[in-house]
């Protein structure tokens, strides 16, 4: 059977430190919110969320270890997705 | 035993699938992420009152529930990979338990809604105003398109755990394990994003 689904094992402690990480991030955003911000507020929500979306999809969905094509087909969805956002709020800002 | 040999399979086509079929949740979210920000930036004081009214707690502890319940199905593909049938057993029926207990919240959570007058098309939120009704409509469509895909995913790791526990699903064949867990990791993914947009940002 040369098509084997890739038998690279992470220890069980890996994800249990971005698990770690995860809720720590989540507690500090949360905290964030009791600390006026004014316009960052969102941008520093947004961010967090984002650094958080990174750990689960490099760790948790094992992007790490996958095939180049699939490392560049995710992080190319993203670029398109953070683009039609962009474009759109940019339509919208300048009616 | 020879034909069992010669069964096509390919798992690297099947992972490239699940990913597919995950590209196409991204961009179904997007567009009411899109949707959201758009009636946000044209109802700004309505959204920040609105989001004053959901509890940052419940999120809160919501979002902890499923950031373990991701890391127990990973390790779940960690212990089939150690051909520990048991704890991948173990496992799977945590995850389970916590995607429950998400579902249970929720339920809480919209119930207190319900009670007090705002769900989609309620005389309350139509007398709170336009603003109001855009929020909580996107509210309960999106955490509610989010459950729909809890319980899916829920389904799903109820299969594997079968299989697991009946032997067809083993250390040889984990392919349907991995993919449920990448599912159950876009459910979490999104959920990340929901989190702030309607709990933290007022």
Redesign the interface.
Known sequence: ?S?????H????KS??W??AI??VL??I??GV?YIELGNL??FT??L??SV??TL??I????LKF??K??QY??AA?FIL?GL??FI??LD?NYR | MTTLAHIHRDDEASKLGMWLFIFTELLLFAGLFIVYGVYRYLNPVAFHLAAEELSVTVGMVNTIILLISSATIAMATTAVRKKNKQLTLLFLMATLFLAFMFMANKYFEWKGKFSHGIFPGSEDLQRLGHGDTLFFGLYFFMTGLHALHIIVGFVLITIVAVRVNNNTLTFENPVLLDNSGLYWHLVDLIWIFLFPLFYLIT
């Open positions: 059977m098509h084997q689904s890739d038998n094992t992470v220890p069980y994800y249990l971005i698990l995860l809720i989540t507690i955003s949360v919110t507020t969102v929500a947004i967090l969320a958080k979306s689960v999809l760790y948790f969905m094992h996958d095939n094509l699939l087909l995710v969805i997705l039609v956002l759109t709020f919208y």
